[in-house]
């Protein structure tokens, strides 16, 4: 369970600032593992492949990405609910729902990637995280 759905949670690297955010999302993925934790076998470095259907949010400005986040969010849950009938008030159900595997949260100044099929993604033998 998450703040932005239920899933699998992977903090990312902002593609247009990708030295800068990198260091967020390590700071971040360590934040969820604990610091003090062996890191190397709670904190994995992955991909995502491109045949699968991720929902992301492009954007010059962060605000604009985190408007079509929320107005996708609305979109898919009463999608979701009129094809199957059933009440969704989990973002990540209702996206499972309609056959995603995962998609992108730029949510509180970071891009976080919520996977809801862990076939979606490549994960590194070493993520290099200390």
Known sequence: RGIFG?????AAADDRD??????????????????D??????????????DAN????????????ER????WYDRTIDEAQKKTG???????EAAAALGYAGYQAPQRGEDFYIILNRGAII???DSQID
């Open 6 to 10: 239920n899933g699998t949670y992977g």
């Open 18 to 35: 990708p030295r800068t955010s990198q260091a967020t999302a390590i700071k971040t993925a360590k934040a969820y593992a604990g610091e």
């Open 37 to 50: 934790a062996n890191l190397r076998t709670k904190v994995t470095a992955f991909a995502l492949r491109k």
């Open 54 to 65: 991720i929902a992301t949010f492009p954007g010059k400005e962060r605000v604009d990405r």
């Open 68 to 71: 079509a986040y929320d107005e």
């Open 86 to 92: 059933y009440r969704y008030a989990d973002i990540g």
């Open 123 to 125: 994960a590194a033998m």
